[in-house]
């Protein structure tokens, strides 16, 4: 792929590296490409971060065709630049697209953009601990046309924004709701996506939960309303008795690159992982014996954070004292270590751009 | 509410009136108004037709914080501007944006905004046969951020399109497909409103249809995919044994206001309306038996839609020899004629635009 490159005249001053927060800051460039039904991608470039110009009837606005992905670059020890795992947020975005009956961006040509984009704006990677360039590629539907059907014109975008940590309590026990009255996701419907509907739609619990003095949800299954599912826009794992259970993929849950490279190292370090549907009551009362050890969400923003309470019908259980339990330490320490490039990365997961 | 009026300087050519097609054609003017917390609606106007500027993190690009209604505007024999029951949008946009956890235009304002809105494209009102200024509400966040919470800037958008028949077949019986992979909603989901989510979603399903030669799909519930729901994206009815069955208003279907009017004429004219779980292997045993006598979609832009063919597993039920029933058409015809003000409205549905 020929990616022009368009110079902006205005340079941003970058903020404070020990303030970013989460996604309130964006670089100076974005990387946008353009789909036509009959011509296919079109115009790659990076070009100044600048307003995209919409037609009011386009379909984005209204019938919400549109996916997205989160990943991060980092800057290592010996000042290169770190990508982990890209090619599983291509490949996840073509999923995504296929799902929702969008235009495929190919995967390499995925890999190239983001690679050119954060080579383009190297600077702007942070490197106080804790902190990297979040990317977040998009894709939206463009056709102006207020008919129900797959659109005819794309627009993929990538733009950046360092950041530091996700929640403001950063690597600790967060307290959780356990959700019974919506739910995100079921079995034929887009829960696997990382489709803007899907978080539209979970708001609503999450505001609950908040004015109940809670983080964040367990989502609980669609149909029986019974098996654990995710947490907040997270994936989910508890250690019951010294062993690994997350819901499995099977169409509701996102396959997270979190979650998979947590899993991959799990069973690395010799631990049994069920990827099996969890039944909520069964969790309840492992946590009532004192057998759920403990519990963390696992995803791209957060890359791990801690539960240290469950709330489900108003029974409550603490794990862990409401302290970061020692394996999830041990994950989080290990996974950032390798994203980092400061240790070892034994998965050859990290990318170097050149 | 004040409005402001912003005039245009370049008119548009009005397309021919018996080639408009749905949704293909927009007119001059639309109505913008912006939201931001601490400071609720502000800058309502009526300004020409023109693009948005977004911001590349505005939420709706993301996580799809989006809503809309969808109605009609038509010309009377007297040459009155007429709507239909407009209050019913005002409110179920509300309820549709509280589910999303998004800003409320009040609802008499978002009638007042609807009026004026025609008022000035009164010209754009056509008045073939069958046509009529389908006129679209919508909102969507702005805020620029990529973390998910609900947005902090709202901008509310109203577009006017002429159209004629939303499908080419016009007032005809349609081929359709009982969907078993894809499910459009589930309880404790967004199905009762009109946020892009659950249209998205929905687009896979339909292109299945299409391919096997289908117009649309009948959709079952997402827990047990045994009970109908709704068809594309119109709420459905069966006439089985001279009784009819709909599916109940509980958080998966949408509270058509089609659906609702054609439920008060079935029970003016004496007919038994069923809002309950209609099972489609008994609705398929209806058809073997020659018991299911009529069926139909309803929904403001195609307004009655009938079914001439049902296709569950590749059992084919065909539905009074594919011919549009009795009812249906006299439904059709009633609806049709009051709101085009050609015949009484006993209920006092219909709105003179003054």
């Known amino acids: ?34 789909w036509d039904e009959g011509q296919g991608w079109h115009d790659a470039r990076i070009q100044p971060y600048a307003p995209i110009m919409l037609n009011p009837a386009s379909m984005v606005l209204h019938y919400a065709q549109e996916t997205f992905e989160g990943m991060k670059a980092y800057k290592s020890p010996k000042n290169e630049i770190l990508l982990f795992r890209p090619e599983m947020n291509a490949r996840r975005m073509a999923n995504s697209n296929e799902r929702l009956c969008m235009a495929i961006f190919p995967e390499a040509d995925f890999v190239q953009a983001v690679e050119e984009l954060v080579k383009v704006e190297a600077d702007w990677i942070p490197t106080a601990e804790g902190t990297s360039l979040y990317i977040r590629p998009f894709m939206f539907a463009t056709e102006a046309s207020v008919g129900v059907h797959p659109s005819k014109k794309y627009t993929f975008v990538i733009v950046c924004s360092p950041v530091g940590a996700y929640y403001p309590e950063g690597v600790n026990p967060v307290k959780i709701y356990v959700e019974e009255e919506y739910v995100r996701a079921v079995r034929g419907g887009t829960g696997f996506t990382k489709c803007g509907g899907n978080y539209a739609g979970s708001v609503a619990a999450q505001a609950k939960a908040e004015k109940l003095g809670y983080t964040q949800v367990l989502w609980l299954d669609g149909v029986e309303r019974k098996y654990v599912e995710e947490v907040g826009t997270m994936n989910v794992m508890f250690k019951i008795n010294n062993e690994i259970y997350t819901a499995p ?18 069973k690395s370090w010799g631990y049994t992982v069920h990827e099996t ?38 029974h409550i259980v603490t794990i862990n004292d409401f302290k970061t339990g020692e394996l999830t330490q041990k994950l989080y320490d290990t996974l950032t270590g390798i994203q980092w490039g400061k240790v070892e990365d034994p998965f050859n997961w990290v990318r170097v751009v050149k």
């Not at 020929?2 to 996604?23: C, V």
């Not at 169409?251 to 490279?261: I, K, N, Q």
């Not at 050890?293 to 923003?301: I, L, M, P, S, Y």
Request: with cysteine; aromatic share 8%.
């Open 1 to 34: 792929m020929d990616i022009k490159f368009i110079k902006s005249e205005n340079l941003k001053t970058k903020p404070d590296q020990n303030a970013l927060g989460f996604g309130k800051y964006f670089s100076d460039y974005m990387f946008v490409c353009e």
């Open 249 to 266: 993929i099977e169409g509701t849950v996102l396959p997270g690159v979190t979650r998979d490279s947590i899993i991959a190292l799990l």
């Open 277 to 314: 549907h969890l039944a909520i009551d069964d969790l309840m009362a492992a946590g009532d014996k004192g057998e759920l050890e403990e519990a963390f969400g696992t995803g791209t923003a957060a890359v791990i954070s801690p539960i240290g309470e469950l709330n489900y019908r108003g």
